[in-house]
Each structure stands twice: as C-alpha cells, then as structure tokens.
C-alpha cells in the first residue's frame, strides 16, 4: 500500500486527535502517502483532501475535538452519496481508509465498502463506549471523569443545600456513560436504558435511603426508558414534595476537553494499529482493544447494540448507593 486516507466522522470525542496523529505518523514510518479528508464522509463526498505530514499533526496529542472536523452526513445516507465517495477516493489513488468514529460512522464504512474495493478500517470514536469489540472506546474514560468532576461540584452545593439532584449525562440510547460515571460520584441512584426504570422503586428508594444523608444525586442516562432528568424529576417531585429538588443536564461538556491519558494512549495504539493492519491486507474491520491486548471485530458484529451491561457492576451500585 503506498496511499492511505483518515476520517473523523459522527460525534467527536477526546483523543481523536491522538489517534489521527498515531495514523500519520505511523504510516509516513512506512513511506506512505497520508491524506486527511475534512468533515467526514460529508468531506469525502466534496473532495475534501488535505495533505498531511509529520508537522501537521504536530502538538495535536493534548487536544480535544478532531483536527480534522467532523459531520453526520444525510446525504451520505443515500447510495448515490456513497457512489460519490468511493469515486473521490479511487481518483485520488486511495488503497487504505482508516475511519475513526462510532457506530452511525461503521455503517458509514460498511456502506462504502459495497461501492469500493478500497480497503477499510475503523478506530472507535465516541464518548458513548456502546461498541462490540473494544473494552473502551476513544474519548470514554475523558467523558466519565468529566462528568465525575461535574457531580462532585454538584454534591458541595447539593449537601450544603440538602437537595435531591437529577443528572442528566449523554450516551444517546446506551447507559454506560451513567453506570460508570455514577459509580465513581457514588451517586444514590443511576437510572439506564438497558434496565427498565420503575419510578415507584426509585421513590421507596429514596424514601428508605439513609435518613441522614444531607444531598442525594440520581444520575439519569438521556435516553432512560421513564424520560429525560426533567420529567423524571417532576414524577418525583409529585410523590415527593419535601425534597427539595434540581436537575442539570450536562450536555456536550462531556464531549470536550484534552482526553485523559488512557484515552490518548488507546487512541494512538489503535491508530498505529489500524496502519499496520491495512498493510497486513485486513478490511471491513474495527480496531479494538480487549484485556489490554489489540483486536479486531468486523464492523457488522462491532456495531450490534449491547443489551445488558455488566450485572455484577449493576448489583454493586445497588448495593454501594444505599
Ligand atoms: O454519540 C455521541 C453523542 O454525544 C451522544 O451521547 C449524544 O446523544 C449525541 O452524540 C449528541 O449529538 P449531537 O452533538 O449531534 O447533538
């Protein structure tokens, strides 16, 4: 292979930049040609090509966003877009595609792939960690220990005042952002997609919890089967008059910020990683990392939903937030 290309794509998350700057750098190691494409497949579709050596990825490692921008592109959707796409790239001599980005960007990918014989491999990145075939996703662990931060400000207003507070995090229709944020803020209760939300156990819950706990958090995953934080918070507010209660919702501050350690050096052992496995000959795959070592899912299996999160994890939070 002598001509590869990067894309970031979907939501952007912290340590995109370190992943691209691994996919540069490793591929001009292997005397490659190196092409950033601008705004995901939306940037493909118009050509969009910048050229990129060492010195453009330069000093990118620390920060958050992608230097590259990003896009969810409709007309990408269609096949006619993907037509599009897969003609750019053969006419700028493309063999190898890297895509960094979260599920909607792998079915991106393996859209693309139906219209290319461009190999393609994807680095998943998106703060939701909701992929099949990586323990954490790029920008994840950035994500929870910025919401960590967010709550443990929330609980000093929260005790001084002895209110009941409603979180509201992101992760779209997936509640790992709140499973494992909550944990880490001891939050007295986290309500997730996966497990149904029953707002007459969380009321007892409340109720029976420790009398003399001053301050309460309940962290709501956006997507949660009884609602957003609001409504949530006004059901409980019904049952429960004498709490005093707020709701903040945290939104895209979870999506900013330099990525944490952990997620700058995932980002760069799956791009260099990706590199070496398009001149390995692989495609139609995404990189990951399981038990510390790297691996490879197909984008198909890779983008399958999990149904349930760990059980032991969620048996400890019942346990742990009383
Ligand atoms: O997929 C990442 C994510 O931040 C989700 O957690 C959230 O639901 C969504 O993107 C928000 O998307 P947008 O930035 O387009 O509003």
Avoid at 192 to 207: V, Y
Wanted: aromatic share 4%; net charge negative; glycine share 12%.
């Amino acid at each position: 292979m002598k001509t590869l290309a990067v894309l970031t794509s979907g939501g952007d998350s912290p340590g995109m930049n370190a992943c691209i700057r691994a996919v540069v750098r490793t591929a001009l190691f292997h005397k490659m040609e190196i092409w950033g494409i601008m705004r995901g497949y939306e940037g493909l579709m118009e050509s969009e090509f910048v050229k990129l050596d060492a010195k453009s990825v330069a000093n990118i490692i620390h920060r958050g966003g992608t230097v590259l921008k990003t896009a969810r592109s409709k007309r990408f959707m269609e096949e006619a877009g993907q037509k599009v796409a897969a003609k750019n790239l053969e006419a700028k001599g493309i063999e190898g595609l890297i895509t960094i980005g979260g599920d909607g960007t792998f079915r991106g990918a393996v859209a693309l792939g139906g219209q290319t014989n461009v190999k393609i491999i994807g680095c998943p990145g998106t703060i939701d960690n909701d992929l099949v075939g990586t323990d954490f996703t790029i920008g994840y662990d950035t994500a929870i220990n910025t919401v960590v931060d967010a709550v443990d400000k929330i609980r000093d207003t929260a005790e001084s005042h002895e209110r009941l507070f409603f979180v509201e995090v992101m992760g779209r229709d997936a509640g790992l952002i709140a499973l494992r944020s909550g944990i880490g803020a001891g939050a007295e209760a986290i309500l997730i997609p996966e497990t149904p939300t029953h707002i007459d156990d969380l009321i007892s819950r409340l109720e029976s919890g420790r009398k003399d706990k001053a301050s309460k958090i309940v962290i709501v995953s956006e997507h949660d089967d009884a609602g957003g934080a609001f409504a949530i918070a006004e059901k409980v507010k019904e049952k429960l008059p004498y709490y005093d209660t707020r709701v903040t919702v945290l939104g895209h501050i979870q999506r900013g910020g330099n990525p944490s350690c952990m997620d700058r050096v995932n980002a760069s052992r799956m791009g260099f990683a990706a590199v070496e496995a398009l001149m390995a000959g692989r495609g139609g795959e995404m990189v990951g990392i399981i038990d510390k070592e790297v691996c490879f899912t197909p984008f198909e299996q890779a983008i399958k939903h999990l149904e349930e999160l760990d059980p032991s994890l969620m048996r400890m939070v019942e346990i742990l937030s009383l």
